[in-house]
C-alpha cells in the first residue's frame, strides 16, 4: 500500500544534541510537510517542500531545519533540541493530482528530550 | 492572527447514539474545511471535507455542515461506535501552489457503552 512511514516512532535525545528525524513517502507526492504536536495540541507547520523548494512559517525557529534529497525522503534536523521541543513530529504528503488539496499524514516519531 | 478553534474540549457519547462536533473559524479566505481523525499514538486521518461554497457534505455516517455567515463548522456522526473515539481536528485549508493546512483545538471524543 501506498503510504508515508516515519522513523523512528520514538526518539530519545539530550539536550543540545543535534537530532535527525526521517521521512518516507511512496505515494509520489511532490510535496511534503513537517508539523510538530505538542500534548494534547493542534499540530503546527514547521515548513513544507514543493518538489526541491522549501517554504518556512514565519513563526519556526531556526533550530529546526529540513532536507529534502529526492521525491521519497525528507529529513527534520533538530540542531539543539531543548526541553521545550519535545513533542510529536509528523510528516505529510500531498500531490498535484488534488490540486495540492489532501494531505496524508504519517504516524509520527514522539521525541523525547532529557 | 487567523485561527481556527472548537467549542468543548472532550465529548462523551453513548454508542448508538449521534455525535455533533462543532468548530468556529475566522479566516473567511479559506477554500476548503476538512476535519480530521486522530487516534492515539497516531497520525490525523481525513474524514471529510467541504468546499467553501458549500454548506452540507455527507460521507458514510458523517456529515458537515458549514454556516458562513456565522462562521460554524460542525461534524456529526450518525450512530457512534466505540471505533469513533479519537481526537476530532477541524482544519481549513487555503489553496495554491501547495496547500496550506491550519488546525484548530481539537476535540477529544469519548465513546461509552
Known amino acids: 500500500d501506498a503510504m508515508v512511514i516515519q522513523n523512528p516512532r520514538y526518539q530519545v535525545t539530550q539536550f543540545g544534541k543535534p537530532v535527525t528525524l526521517s521521512c518516507s513517502q511512496t505515494?509520489?507526492?511532490?510535496?511534503m510537510y513537517w508539523y510538530q504536536q505538542k500534548s494534547s495540541q493542534a499540530p503546527k507547520l514547521l515548513f513544507h517542500y514543493y518538489d526541491k523548494d522549501f517554504n518556512n512559517e514565519a513563526d519556526t525557529p531556526d533550530n529546526f531545519q529540513s532536507r529534502r534529497p529526492n521525491t521519497s525522503f525528507c529529513f527534520l534536523d533538530i540542531r539543539s533540541p531543548g526541553l521545550g521541543d519535545a513533542a510529536m513530529y509528523l510528516c505529510?504528503?500531498?500531490?498535484?493530482?488534488?490540486?495540492?488539496?489532501?494531505?496524508?499524514f504519517g504516524p509520527g516519531t514522539r521525541l523525547t528530550v532529557t | 492572527g487567523e485561527n481556527v478553534g472548537l467549542h468543548l474540549p472532550t465529548l462523551s457519547v453513548q454508542e448508538g447514539d449521534n455525535s455533533i462536533i462543532n468548530c468556529a473559524y475566522s479566516n473567511s479566505a479559506s477554500d476548503y474545511f476538512i476535519w480530521y481523525k486522530q487516534e492515539s499514538g497516531k497520525g490525523p486521518q481525513f474524514i471529510i471535507d467541504i468546499r467553501s461554497n458549500m454548506d452540507k457534505r455527507q460521507g458514510q455516517r458523517v456529515t458537515v455542515l458549514l454556516n458562513k455567515t456565522v462562521k460554524h463548522l460542525s461534524l456529526q456522526i450518525a450512530a457512534t461506535q466505540p471505533g469513533d473515539s479519537a481526537v476530532y481536528f477541524c482544519a481549513d485549508l487555503t489553496t495554491g501552489t501547495a496547500s496550506k493546512l491550519t488546525f484548530g483545538t481539537g476535540t477529544r471524543l469519548q465513546v461509552t457503552l
Open positions: 505529510a504528503t500531498s500531490g498535484m493530482e488534488n490540486f495540492g488539496y489532501e494531505q496524508y
Open positions: 505515494l509520489n507526492h511532490n510535496v
